[in-house]
């Protein structure tokens, strides 16, 4: 029985800490996409913003959008209880979009919140844009973003990646990775063909892309801890055998 025991703290303690290692993994502010996001094209990015306080709602959100990559078009899609605004800068060095020169763009996006809404403790909520074009010359844009939660704390997820091999810093901006145009493909229509699909297989991509490592580690802890049951058992069946009782 004893051993029976050991193997059911076993199963516990690993699902605990399958449980916790999967809250801390998708704890972050990230950013996703329903596909992958072509360079010279447009898409749609989905900023998914969890609560990490227990005792304070997130009331804000703020938004960076890099200057040496600027965006001609960003559109914001509406979220209940929340308002958006835009706010455009000027350009250092005028760009060229859709044949027309453009000499600013969007530099920041603001999510605040209505009073009596907020995002509560252990809730998360989502925030989509419309961007493009995408830039050319580079294969991600990092996208820091403030979280301000009704106690008035700020927190800026703006820490760029880490380097290979080196630990993941503690607040990582959000990344869109971008990707090379296929040959001969036309990747404004593309990427909004591709925007405009189906919005169940969008969330679950969306939500594949943020949340693969939580359930990798998560499962292979409740494997780990099934693992170990099972021997306490087998433990408990050889005992009995060699005392001579019945294994029932």
Do not use: C
Request: proline residues 9%; without cysteine.
């Amino acid at each position: 029985m004893r051993t029976l025991a050991r193997g059911a703290a076993v199963l516990s303690a690993a699902g605990v800490i399958a449980l916790s290692t999967a809250g801390l993994a998708s704890a972050h502010v990230t950013a996703s996409t329903p596909s992958p996001a072509t360079k010279g094209g447009y898409t749609k990015v989905t900023i998914r913003v969890p609560n990490e306080r227990p005792d304070a709602g997130t009331v804000k959100l703020q938004l960076t959008l890099p200057p040496e990559y600027p965006l001609a078009s960003v559109s914001s899609k509406p979220v209940p209880g929340w308002k958006v605004e835009v706010v455009k800068a000027k350009l250092p060095k005028p760009i060229t979009s859709h044949g027309k020169e453009v000499t600013e763009a969007p530099s920041t996006v603001t999510w605040t919140a209505d009073a009596g809404v907020q995002i509560e403790p252990g809730q998360f909520n989502e925030f989509d844009l419309s961007v493009g074009p995408l830039p050319e010359d580079t294969d991600r844009l990092l996208l820091p973003t403030t979280q301000t939660y009704s106690s008035g704390e700020v927190v800026a997820w703006d820490a760029p990646p880490a380097a290979e091999g080196a630990a993941e810093p503690a607040k990582p901006a959000p990344v869109l990775n971008l990707v090379a145009k296929a040959g001969g493909a036309d990747a404004h229509n593309a990427s909004a063909t591709a925007a405009g699909s189906d919005e169940h297989s969008e969330t679950t991509t969306a939500a594949a892309g943020t949340d693969t490592t939580a359930r990798y580690l998560g499962g292979a802890g409740l494997v780990v801890g099934a693992l170990g049951l099972g021997f306490g058992a087998g433990a408990v069946l050889r005992s009995r055998r060699g005392s001579g009782k019945p294994a029932a």
